[in-house]
């Protein structure tokens, strides 16, 4: 699956996060923080969405240690009611790129819906990426975004101590853009100036000069097994022995 088969070089990206009270919504959990970044042209642009959130709604302490948001903390913070507006202003008619967007997607729902202003379900108002699918068909199995952050190696660039959604759409941001780096550089290459078939298969002379191979010595094989198990041990499986 490509996730980037549709999207327009200057069509606006929100990567998209929340924090919440707990998971279901329909349990009286809500909202209690918002985090957005914009993208255009794979290139941040610097323009992002960032609010708490009062939800009105008392925490446990077990999602309390998850975000680090405190029921102190968010006592004297807007209410929904009064960032609504600007948040839909901000998403409105972007494509979101969300990790496990059902999630997030649901909360946005049930928080428009409780405004009884007939405001338009998000995927009326968006469409959406659902990088937790795209994960998926990319690796056979969901995966987190902590595990893809790590796979692509953009873990180390944000203070994760605690999961903001603004820390966490940044994250994803840097995901996306790694998840999306060979389907940029194929998009780019597609197109040919001469006009002929970018997609037809060129067939090489049956009389062309043989390329020569160049075996590796025995100590160059050694340092590639004792590199291999350096990776091995930092918890990710070699794939260059298979």
């Known amino acids: 699956m490509s996730i980037e088969q549709d999207v327009q070089p200057d069509e606006r990206l929100i990567i998209l996060d929340t924090e919440t009270t707990g998971i279901n919504p329909r349990e009286g959990h809500r909202i209690v923080e918002v985090g957005c970044v914009e993208m255009i042209n794979r290139q941040l642009t610097g323009r992002s969405f960032h609010v708490y959130i009062n939800p009105l709604f008392e925490m446990e302490q077990e999602v309390i240690n998850i975000h680090g948001l405190t029921n102190d903390f968010l006592r004297d913070k807007p209410l929904f009611t009064q960032v609504a507006d600007e948040f839909i202003e901000f998403i409105k008619g972007a494509r979101l790129v969300i990790h496990n967007a059902k999630f997030d997607i649901g ?20 469409t959406v990426i659902d990088t937790l699918h795209v994960s998926k068909d990319e690796f056979g199995s969901p995966k987190t975004l902590d595990y893809l952050a790590r796979f692509y190696r953009v873990d180390k660039l944000v203070d994760r101590t605690y999961h903001g959604a603004l820390v966490d759409a940044q994250l994803l941001a840097f995901v996306y853009i790694e998840m999306t780096r060979k389907q940029s550089v194929l998009n780019l290459s597609a197109g040919s100036e001469s006009g002929e078939d970018s997609n037809a298969i060129r067939r090489l ?37 298979k």
């Open 107 to 126: 909360f946005m729902d049930n928080e428009f819906a409780l405004l009884k202003r007939n405001i338009p379900n998000t995927r009326d108002m968006c």
């Open 205 to 241: 002379s049956s009389q062309r000069t043989k390329l020569k191979v160049i075996q590796a010595s025995a100590d160059e094989l050694i340092k590639h097994d004792e590199r291999l198990a350096v990776v091995a041990n930092k918890g990710s499986e070699p794939i260059w022995p």
